[in-house]
Structures are given as structure tokens and as C-alpha cells.
């Protein structure tokens, strides 16, 4: 690299692969961990990460060995980073860079982090394990289900599978269920799998779907809860769905009268069956889908997987992974699901008839959101959403913390999207100015909101 692209870099400022320090410390062997564990990166020692401000560093001949040294004994599996150095304006910028690691996560002093953005995040225990499996390209819902049998697979349920499965020609499978289960990698070592107990099973896991019709937030008209293995579970909310929805006739002088639905049906069937497939099954929350006169919601527990963000996938050329690869293969096999990754392209193809529906989506924390509402009440939530855009940090901060005390200093960097150092100080001037206290320890305890920034 020559100084031309150090400029270059220098004014573009953080990124997910870029971060600058001062000097040499712990925060740098955390970012190189981090970049490890996303697509890489560099850290450049000697230009404020505040200000962008080359200071350059003060180094010895044995400085740069010293840190490598340093960042090999502090992480596991251990790292060995590139180092260059560079001269600029008489300064010393060295630059310490290190690509990503094939078999993932990578820990920094039995702590585990991810870059995103700008910023170190921790990953949680499923983020780990996710980490992992993906380096691996291999599936959660592959492994054996703990002390489970052919026996408690119901026959009757795979059999009618394999008549669909074979009926629509995308694979041929045999009578004979169970050399069919292994020819799909559903049963292993003959032994069920996680996804041919979810998909199969004669009692099936409590895995429910709550589904409801509100009047208001507080006022149910009709509720659901749904616990049945995942192909009853799509077919029995999507019957839910329809009963509650309006369905106009339209007669173009045609023999046959032609139906519109009052929202776009196909569409909302492509967001039930993407909650169903990608749901983080490891999660205790349900599925929810919220049925209200102007709108409906749908919610899945789980993260986004494999590092797509919500504007890769608002793009038609995102590359999405498969948390559930045999659960997904199955939906596709009995011709329910296309080709896998393409599920929001086909949304939006759908709603191209319904201009008088908004089409949302948002990662919150335990989950994905996705709402389906007409334009007129759409309008009153972009009011409100530009309202809480206006915000300060500091005042959305406080709001969070109104809506669930127990929130961590990680959760309010994750939702933010904020660095480290910056909730921190928030935190510390909240407290300071008495709008918030901490009550109780780092683990069990809260924080009470005195009053509020408004």
C-alpha cells in the first residue's frame, strides 16, 4: 500500500474493516479478534480515533515483535497479524492487519467479538455457536436431537412428505421412509436430526406459534397459539390469517370472477414460511403474528444469520445463509419455497399489485420484524418514527431503558448501534445528572429511570 491509499483510508474514517488507536492496547487485540471473526481488517496505531487526527507512535525495535507477540499469546486459535509501517508528515503510523479466520470464532482472552460497522461487538452464546457452524458450512438443525428414535417420528407424516416431494419432481424418494430420511441427511447414524423431529415428530417440540386479531395493542378479538410440527404449523396460520382478512370479487367480464385479497397473500405466506425456516429454534420466544385492522406483523425469534445486514437484503442480489439448511431443503422439496436466499425478492415482485400496502422490515433485538400496513396508517408510524429519529442518543437511551430496565450496556450498543465508549460515557452523565440510577449488581440488577430527557 502505498501513502496515496493511506490518505485515502485516513479520510474515509472507521469502517467494518478500518479502525484507528492512538497507541498499542488491549482495544487493538479485541479489533483485531473482531476482524478476524467478520472479513478481516486493519488497525492503524498513531491517529485519533476521535478526530481522525494523525499523532503518530513512538516505537523501538522491538516494539512491533513485542505486539505481535502479544496479540498470538491473547488469542485463540492463535493470531499471527501482518504489520507495515509508514511515515507520514514525520510521523509513525503502523499498521497491524489480519485477514479472515477460516475455522471461526476466534477469542480474545476467552471473549468473543464480531465488527460491525464501526464498532466490537460480543457475541452471545448463540452467536458463537453460529460462528462456528457457519466457518464450518454446517447446519444447527443437522446435528443428532438429543435421545431421540425413529420411533417417535410419525410415519403417516413422512409418508405423506414423500408423496408430495415426489410429486413435484424436484427429487424422487422412496416408499421406504427411513432410507429416505438418510438419503436427505435427516436421520444420521440412524438416529433422528433436529430437523426430522421439528418437521416429523409424533408429539412435536413446543415450539409455538401465537397468532392473534387485535383490535387495539390490549384488545384480542381472537387468539391462537399453535404447536405442531412446522408444515401443519404454516398451513394452520396461514388458514388464521385468511379468516381474518378481506377478500374482494372482481368481475372483468370473464366467465370467472376473479379474487384480491386485501393484502397480498402470497406475500405474507413468503414471510410466514421465512419465519418458520430461518427461526432461531434454540430461542425460548414464540412466533407472533398480530392480525390488527391496519396492519399485520410478523415476528421471528433469532437473529439475522451468516452477517447479511437489513440493507443487503432490501438489495436484489443479497447472498443470504442457511441457519436450518435441512429444515429449508424440506420446504423446498414439497415445492412451498423457491430457490433458498430469494424469499424478499419474491415480496416485492408480490406487492408490485398492492401500491396501497407498506411493506417493512427491522432486525430488534431477540428478532425479526416484518410488517405488512396500508399507506394511510403508514403515515401516522412515520411521524412517530421521525419524532424518535430526532432524538439525542441520550433521550433514546432513557426511552429503552423505560421500555425494559433490565437492557445491558451490550444491548444498548447492539440497538443503537453505538461504540462501546459512547454508551459508556451516556451512561455515566445520565447517572451523573440523576436521570437514571443502577440498582442492584451487573448481572441481577436494573436501572431506574428518575425522569425522563422530555
Same mark, same amino acid.
Given at each position: 500500500?502505498?501513502?496515496?491509499?493511506l490518505?485515502?483510508i485516513i479520510?474515509?474514517?472507521?469502517?467494518?474493516t478500518?479502525?484507528f488507536?492512538? &497507541?498499542?492496547n =488491549? #482495544?487493538?487485540i479485541? *479489533?483485531?479478534?473482531?476482524?478476524?471473526n467478520? +472479513?478481516?481488517?486493519?488497525v492503524y !496505531?498513531g491517529?485519533?480515533e476521535?478526530?481522525?487526527?494523525i499523532t503518530?507512535?513512538?516505537i523501538?525495535k522491538e516494539s512491533i515483535?513485542?505486539?505481535?507477540?502479544?496479540?498470538?499469546t491473547?488469542?485463540?486459535?492463535?493470531?499471527?497479524?501482518?504489520?507495515?509501517i509508514?511515515?507520514?508528515?514525520?510521523?509513525?503510523?503502523v499498521?497491524?492487519?489480519?485477514?479472515?479466520?477460516p475455522i471461526?470464532?476466534?477469542a480474545?482472552?476467552?471473549?468473543?467479538?464480531?465488527r460491525k460497522?464501526?464498532?466490537?461487538h460480543?457475541?452471545?452464546?448463540n452467536?458463537?455457536?453460529?460462528l462456528?457452524?457457519l466457518?464450518?458450512?454446517?447446519?444447527?438443525?443437522?446435528?443428532?436431537f438429543?435421545?431421540?428414535?425413529?420411533?417417535?417420528l410419525?410415519a403417516e407424516?413422512i409418508?405423506?412428505?414423500?408423496?408430495?416431494t415426489?410429486?413435484?419432481?424436484r427429487f &424422487?424418494l422412496v =416408499? #421406504?421412509?427411513?432410507? *429416505?430420511l438418510?438419503?436427505?441427511?435427516?436421520? +444420521?447414524?440412524?438416529?433422528?436430526? !433436529?430437523?426430522s423431529?421439528l418437521?416429523?415428530a409424533?408429539?412435536?417440540?413446543?415450539?409455538h406459534i401465537?397468532?392473534?386479531?387485535?383490535?387495539?395493542?390490549s384488545?384480542?378479538i381472537?387468539?391462537?397459539?399453535?404447536?405442531?410440527?412446522?408444515f401443519?404449523?404454516?398451513t394452520?396460520s396461514?388458514?388464521?390469517i385468511?379468516?381474518?382478512?378481506?377478500i374482494?370479487?372482481?368481475?372483468?367480464?370473464s366467465i370467472k370472477?376473479?379474487e384480491?385479497?386485501?393484502?397480498?397473500?402470497?406475500?405474507i405466506k413468503?414471510?410466514?414460511?421465512?419465519a418458520?425456516?430461518h427461526?432461531?429454534?434454540?430461542?425460548?420466544?414464540d412466533?407472533?403474528i398480530?392480525?390488527?385492522?391496519?396492519?399485520?406483523?410478523i415476528y421471528?425469534?433469532g437473529?439475522?444469520?451468516g452477517?447479511?445486514?437489513?440493507?443487503?437484503l432490501?438489495?436484489?442480489?443479497?447472498?443470504? &445463509?442457511?441457519?436450518?439448511?435441512l429444515?429449508?431443503?424440506a420446504?423446498?422439496l414439497?415445492?412451498?419455497?423457491e430457490?433458498?436466499g430469494?424469499?424478499?425478492?419474491r415480496i416485492?415482485?408480490?406487492?408490485?399489485?398492492?401500491p396501497?400496502?407498506?411493506?417493512s422490515?427491522e432486525?430488534?433485538k431477540?428478532g425479526?420484524?416484518v410488517?405488512?400496513?396500508?399507506?394511510?396508517?403508514q403515515?401516522?408510524?412515520?411521524k412517530?418514527?421521525q419524532?424518535?429519529?430526532?432524538?439525542?442518543?441520550?433521550?433514546k437511551?432513557?426511552?429503552?431503558?423505560?421500555?425494559n430496565?433490565k437492557?445491558?450496556?451490550?444491548?444498548l450498543?447492539?440497538?443503537?448501534n453505538?461504540?462501546?465508549g459512547t454508551?459508556?460515557?451516556?451512561l455515566?452523565?445520565?447517572?451523573?445528572?440523576?436521570?437514571?440510577k443502577?440498582?442492584?449488581?451487573?448481572?441481577?440488577?436494573?436501572w431506574?429511570?428518575?425522569?425522563?430527557?422530555?
Amino acid at each position: 500500500m502505498d501513502i496515496n491509499q493511506l490518505k485515502h483510508i485516513i479520510n474515509n474514517g472507521e469502517t467494518e474493516t478500518v479502525e484507528f488507536k492512538l &497507541s498499542f492496547n =488491549k #482495544d487493538v487485540i479485541e *479489533s483485531i479478534s473482531a476482524f478476524a471473526n467478520t +472479513k478481516g481488517g486493519a488497525v492503524y !496505531i498513531g491517529i485519533n480515533e476521535k478526530n481522525g487526527k494523525i499523532t503518530g507512535v513512538d516505537i523501538s525495535k522491538e516494539s512491533i515483535q513485542n505486539w505481535i507477540n502479544e496479540i498470538k499469546t491473547k488469542t485463540e486459535p492463535s493470531i499471527i497479524p501482518d504489520t507495515d509501517i509508514f511515515k507520514f508528515d514525520n510521523k509513525i503510523i503502523v499498521e497491524i492487519s489480519v485477514k479472515e479466520y477460516p475455522i471461526k470464532p476466534v477469542a480474545c482472552k476467552n471473549r468473543y467479538f464480531i465488527r460491525k460497522q464501526n464498532s466490537n461487538h460480543t457475541l452471545t452464546t448463540n452467536g458463537i455457536s453460529d460462528l462456528h457452524l457457519l466457518s464450518l458450512q454446517e447446519s444447527w438443525d443437522g446435528y443428532n436431537f438429543p435421545n431421540a428414535k425413529t420411533s417417535d417420528l410419525s410415519a403417516e407424516k413422512i409418508q405423506k412428505f414423500i408423496e408430495e416431494t415426489n410429486n413435484t419432481g424436484r427429487f &424422487s424418494l422412496v =416408499k #421406504d421412509y427411513l432410507v *429416505s430420511l438418510r438419503k436427505l441427511s435427516l436421520l +444420521k447414524n440412524n438416529k433422528p436430526t !433436529i430437523a426430522s423431529i421439528l418437521l416429523f415428530a409424533k408429539i412435536p417440540e413446543r415450539h409455538h406459534i401465537r397468532i392473534g386479531r387485535f383490535k387495539s395493542a390490549s384488545t384480542i378479538i381472537d387468539d391462537r397459539q399453535i404447536t405442531n410440527t412446522l408444515f401443519e404449523q404454516a398451513t394452520k396460520s396461514l388458514i388464521f390469517i385468511k379468516n381474518y382478512i378481506k377478500i374482494e370479487y372482481l368481475f372483468d367480464g370473464s366467465i370467472k370472477r376473479k379474487e384480491r385479497w386485501e393484502y397480498p397473500v402470497q406475500a405474507i405466506k413468503e414471510s410466514l414460511l421465512n419465519a418458520i425456516i430461518h427461526r432461531d429454534y434454540r430461542e425460548n420466544n414464540d412466533i407472533q403474528i398480530k392480525i390488527f385492522d391496519d396492519k399485520i406483523t410478523i415476528y421471528s425469534p433469532g437473529q439475522l444469520f451468516g452477517g447479511i445486514t437489513t440493507q443487503e437484503l432490501k438489495t436484489d442480489n443479497y447472498q443470504s &445463509s442457511l441457519r436450518n439448511k435441512l429444515i429449508a431443503e424440506a420446504f423446498y422439496l414439497i415445492g412451498e419455497i423457491e430457490k433458498y436466499g430469494t424469499g424478499f425478492i419474491r415480496i416485492r415482485d408480490y406487492l408490485k399489485d398492492y401500491p396501497e400496502i407498506e411493506f417493512s422490515f427491522e432486525q430488534l433485538k431477540g428478532g425479526m420484524l416484518v410488517t405488512y400496513a396500508k399507506k394511510t396508517a403508514q403515515k401516522t408510524a412515520q411521524k412517530t418514527a421521525q419524532k424518535t429519529a430526532q432524538k439525542t442518543t441520550k433521550e433514546k437511551i432513557v426511552d429503552l431503558l423505560i421500555e425494559n430496565p433490565k437492557y445491558t450496556k451490550q444491548d444498548l450498543m447492539e440497538i443503537l448501534n453505538k461504540a462501546d465508549g459512547t454508551i459508556k460515557e451516556h451512561l455515566y452523565d445520565l447517572q451523573k445528572q440523576n436521570t437514571i440510577k443502577r440498582i442492584g449488581g451487573r448481572k441481577n440488577g436494573y436501572w431506574d429511570v428518575i425522569k425522563n430527557t422530555e
